[in-house]
């Protein structure tokens, strides 16, 4: 009888702990959402780290912070500790590229990219921006299978539409480039790169 009293009050203990650290830590991303809607984005960190949580939620949260503060090596670190905790998350993938583009460090940036096609061959957001990292590295053939990817599934996806006549013209494809602008320009009229890339296959 004694021992099933004590373990009762253990877990009543235990209970009380959990609740007590999920109100803790629900709190502090609250005032960290506060924070950051008033762009004081140190502060918003310095909420979060009133907890002792290092759950993956944490570190994804302070990893977007960080990169919002100009924090840039910080914000990879806590992206890659989400990482590790949730190896199959996209999203902590793709907010890694954040500080590791702007920090330029592109191959470490494909790397993510790469991973998170390998989890889903068909990430529309990933291929359009890995089409963008080798148009701007002036590997365009390359480019053109990212890019084409994207208009598989969304044919009339104005942004890839533009790249692709942009990857085409460099390739020397001009009548597919014209095809493309237009098509671009069928999605968005005013769109000036569109214009200029007809513009520029006159010339």
Known sequence: MKTTQKT???????????????????????????LEAKKEYKQAIAALKKTNDNSYEINLRQG?????????????????????QRPTSIEARLGYALPASSLNHWDLVTEQYQAV???????????????????????????EVYFQKVLK?????????????????????????RGLFNRALLNTPTDSSAVQGLAALKQ
């Open 8 to 34: 009762a009050a253990i877990l009543v203990f235990w209970a009380i702990s959990l609740a007590s650290l999920h109100a803790q830590t629900l709190n502090a991303f609250k005032e960290s959402y506060t």
């Open 64 to 84: 977007w912070l960080h990169y919002l503060a100009g924090l840039l090596p910080e914000s990879v670190t806590y992206y890659e500790k989400a990482i590790m």
């Open 117 to 143: 096609l390998k989890l889903d061959p068909n990430h529309t957001v990933t291929n359009y921006r890995m089409g963008l990292v080798f148009y701007y590295r002036k590997e365009y053939k390359t480019a």
């Open 153 to 177: 599934l969304y044919p009339f996806d104005h942004d890839s539409l533009l790249m692709l006549g942009w990857t085409k013209y460099m390739l020397g494809q001009a009548n597919e480039a």
